[in-house]
């Protein structure tokens, strides 16, 4: 084997390594009709640029956005979770995130409870 093919097989490939501050969010005890948006932030500890594919929610009471660009090496983002506040009671949701990093896919959670307000009562 030669020198150049063994430099070349030993090569490292650079890669995104998704690095989030939290893997559950805990709303606690929230009253009906707050704000229910939340960030989940995170950070490339990789050395190639981070691509979100996808961000998705278990159901439709829970609505996710997040960056379309690469996140660079070293750089940080955020996904911003919105939980329809209006409902009563506990939930607990999972958000699916899908990306390029070493760990293709990433569930999140989000927890709390949702208290009836005076007025809603």
């Known amino acids: 084997m030669s020198v150049a093919q063994m430099a070349f097989e030993n090569a490292i490939?650079?890669?995104?390594?998704?690095?989030?501050?939290?893997?559950?969010?805990?709303?606690?005890t929230i009253d009906q009709n707050s704000n229910g948006e939340r960030d989940i932030n995170f950070k490339n500890t990789g050395d190639a640029p981070l691509i979100?594919?996808?961000?998705?929610?278990?159901?439709?009471?829970?609505?996710?956005?997040y960056e379309k660009k690469p996140i660079?090496?070293?750089?940080?983002?955020?996904?911003?979770?919105?939980?329809?506040?209006?409902?009563?009671?506990?939930f607990n949701k999972t958000i699916t995130v899908t990306s390029n990093a070493?760990?293709?896919?990433?569930?999140?959670?989000?927890?709390?409870?949702?208290?009836?307000t005076k007025e809603s009562k």
């Open 13 to 28: 490939t650079p890669v995104a390594i998704i690095d989030f501050e939290v893997q559950i969010v805990d709303y606690g």
């Open 52 to 65: 979100i594919s996808n961000v998705k929610s278990s159901c439709g009471c829970t609505v996710p956005s």
């Open 72 to 90: 660079a090496p070293g750089a940080s983002g955020k996904i911003t979770v919105k939980y329809d506040t209006n409902r009563v009671g506990a």
């Open 102 to 116: 070493t760990e293709a896919t990433k569930l999140l959670k989000i927890k709390g409870t949702v208290i009836a």
